[in-house]
């Protein structure tokens, strides 16, 4: 038999649930409306400035987008054969799954508007650090 | 009750999403039908995970009270806190937004939010996915990335908890 507590925490968590929902499913339509509106095929051509505007290109774009971050590697990969430099493939990579501009009205709702503000906003520029590091140390090797 | 359970805000967010769809809907009629067929297949994707998240609230709900919330996860707590940040973070399955009713629990539990912040940074290392990422850059660029990524996570974690009760 179920103790008290635990059907209390069941019960405080459905409703933490049922409270999300709206939030889910208005996140979940925002991002197939991203996907429908910006197609893959107009990445590339967003890409063409120096090695830091690039990275920022990337950043943005990857904050942007959203989705399973298995479509950032295979897009990431095809701007690598477009000859788009690897730490703005890296920044973009990076800032998909860090950054989220779509999520951010239900992080603000659930985590608070402040924390949800800077907190992608760090990400935004770590994005760029990261990608700048990691090509960096891979570089060295 | 809590005050925040009781918000509308979520409803209105998402009357907002509908009316960006409608407006949508005028401008570019045909964009809707792949706009929707593209939600359904991530809410295809996200219904196994609101299941596994509801059963970890059940969980932390249950054992993580707020004195165990404050002394392993709250401002105070020292390592361990960036430990589990890390490593829970790394192995939660599922989009990020799919965490913050667990987070929001743990926050008004008294954990911090420079906690929150690095395990929520950490969402971004997928080890299911990292033969793929390793297929198309290599081990070496897959490796190096994960682990300037936790490296960062808990740099960006101290900054948060830096600004806590000051800017946040």
Redesign the interface.
Known sequence: MMSE??L???K??????F???????????????V???VPESYYHKLFGGNYLINSIIGSGLGSVL?????NS??I??KLFDLEVGLVAI?AFM?AW??V?VV?L???S????R??AL??NL??FV?SI??AL??VF??NL? | MRKSEKSPAGWYFLLGVVIVYLITALIKSEAIASALQSAWNVLQNVIPILVLVYIMMVITNHFVTPQVARKYLGKASGLKKWWIALIGGVISMGPIYMWYPLLKDLKEDGASYGFIATFLYNRAIKLPLLPIMIFYFGWVYALVLGLVMMAVSIIQGLIIEKMEGKIL
């Open positions: 507590g635990l209390l925490s069941s405080k968590s459905a409703k933490g649930i409270n999300m929902l709206p939030v889910l499913l208005g996140v979940v339509l925002l991002i197939g409306l996907n429908s509106l959203a989705g399973n971050p298995i590697y295979i990431g990969f890296t990076v799954v860090t989220g999520q009205p239900a992080e709702i659930l985590l608070g402040k924390f800077w907190r760090i990400s770590f650090v990261v590091l990691t140390i891979v090797l």
